[in-house]
């Protein structure tokens, strides 16, 4: 029975992608396996703010062969079975790049989260935030939450923390760092749209494809020119086929000198399946605003509101300029700023350049990714 009288073998801190597969994981080994989530859903980022299956990009190699599978394969296979996914895409001009995209409804993906949670026996407190680590010396024997029944105890042996931002560690005492304030990348609030006219805006990309970013596109293990991304552009004939949608330059810039945009953010969207074949646009508008510190509450919440005000202009933007979205309207707007830079956890081992030029292995490997955004605190895109 689930309770605070159950000790727990794991406890996972954070129900978001890496909360979900950490738990998910334990069970299927015959853990009994406790979440603990702060709010009324599953997903974390993936579903609160984050673009719909972010953690789908780069599925594929190089040589267009699918070389990342587990629990990211196997949630993709179901929702996509249940009419929830679209298939994996992977055009000829985003393979060269690695850079593919295969896009999950995120409302669907954290109902199917709730359902594989209850078939792998894991329990689940919901609307409970942890807020302290018990510990006996140095030894970690549990957590403490608040909820509806006030402060509680509950024990484990084993404690992960997936909150995304350090706060179990750091709560327990473990080594975290957090990015010097100059190299932060910038908090998002996102927002989705629906009405769009995907023809139309189509056809504006198929004439005008030098407005679009390309950069993306272009991977130091192949040949692919700026000139080839723009042709590919020219011939789109589905839109899923460009994951994403960035750019409209000449547009962006004539809006700024009309007062109509903001220089703290490039204008684009990515795409958002829903049932029957319908496309939403979803909006990661960025902040880029102040260098917030994530550690630092009143900031973040100055940030929040310029996020809230940078919405009203972008949209101003897209109503106004870009062809395609004259009786588009908002569906939603994230509750939350999230962050793409919080503390982090120190590891007992730091991975180097060495090792991500080497391609190093390590026997306990959890995840994989050929993803760089991020990751030029060890390396980056160069590497
Ligand atoms: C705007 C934006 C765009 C991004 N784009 C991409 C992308 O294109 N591709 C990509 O791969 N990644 C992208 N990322 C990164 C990606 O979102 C994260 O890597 C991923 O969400 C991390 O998953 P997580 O489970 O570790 O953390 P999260 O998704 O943040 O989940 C943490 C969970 O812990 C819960 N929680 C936090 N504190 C507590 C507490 N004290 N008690 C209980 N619960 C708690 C939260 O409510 C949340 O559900 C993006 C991130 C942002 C913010």
């Not at 593919?100 to 995120?106: A, E, L």
């Amino acid at each position: 029975m689930a309770g605070y009288d159950t000790e727990y073998d794991v406890i996972v801190c954070g129900g978001g992608t890496s909360g979900v597969a950490a738990a998910i994981s334990a069970a299927r080994t015959g853990a009994k396996t406790l979440v603990i989530e702060r709010t009324g859903c599953l997903g974390g980022q993936m579903c609160v703010s984050g673009p719909p299956g972010f953690a789908y990009a780069r599925l594929f190699n190089t040589y267009g062969e699918q070389d990342t599978a587990g629990f990211v394969e196997e949630t993709h296979a179901r929702l996509y079975k249940a009419g929830h996914a679209w298939p994996h895409y992977h055009p000829k001009h985003r393979v060269p790049a690695a850079y593919t995209f295969s896009y999950v409804d995120p409302e669907w993906w954290m109902l199917m989260i709730f359902n594989m949670m209850e078939e792998e026996g894991v329990d689940l407190l919901i609307d409970s935030l942890v807020v302290g680590a018990v510990k006996d010396n140095d030894t970690v024997k549990g957590v403490l939450v608040e909820n509806a029944d006030g402060r509680r105890e509950i024990k484990g042996k084993i404690v992960i923390d997936c909150t995304g931002e350090a706060y179990f560690a750091n709560y327990a005492g473990a080594e975290t760092v957090c990015v010097d304030v100059e190299d932060i990348q910038p908090h998002t609030i996102s927002f989705t749209a629906d009405g769009v006219d995907w023809d139309k805006l189509l056809t504006y990309i198929n004439r005008n494809p030098e407005q679009f970013e390309y950069q993306q596109l272009l991977h130091r293990a192949s040949d692919q020119t700026k000139e080839d991304v723009y042709k590919a552009y020219s011939k789109v004939v589905d839109i899923r086929e460009l994951g994403e949608v960035m750019g409209f330059k000449d547009l962006r810039d004539a809006a700024l000198k009309n007062g109509d945009w903001h220089p703290f953010s490039g204008a684009g969207f990515f795409l958002q399946p829903k049932e029957g074949g319908k496309i939403l646009a979803h909006f990661q508008h960025s902040s880029h605003w102040d260098k917030t510190l994530p550690t630092d509450a009143w900031a973040l919440s100055r940030c929040h509101i310029e996020c809230r005000k940078q919405i009203q202009i972008a949209w101003r933007f897209f109503k106004n300029y870009v062809p395609g979205f004259e009786n588009a309207y908002i569906v939603k707007i994230s509750t939350e700023l999230r962050l793409r830079e919080g503390p982090r956890i120190v590891g007992d081992y730091v991975l180097n350049r060495d090792d991500v030029i080497n391609t190093r292995q390590f026997s306990d490997t959890i995840g994989k990714s050929s993803f760089p955004a991020g990751a030029y605190h060890t390396a980056n895109v160069n590497t």
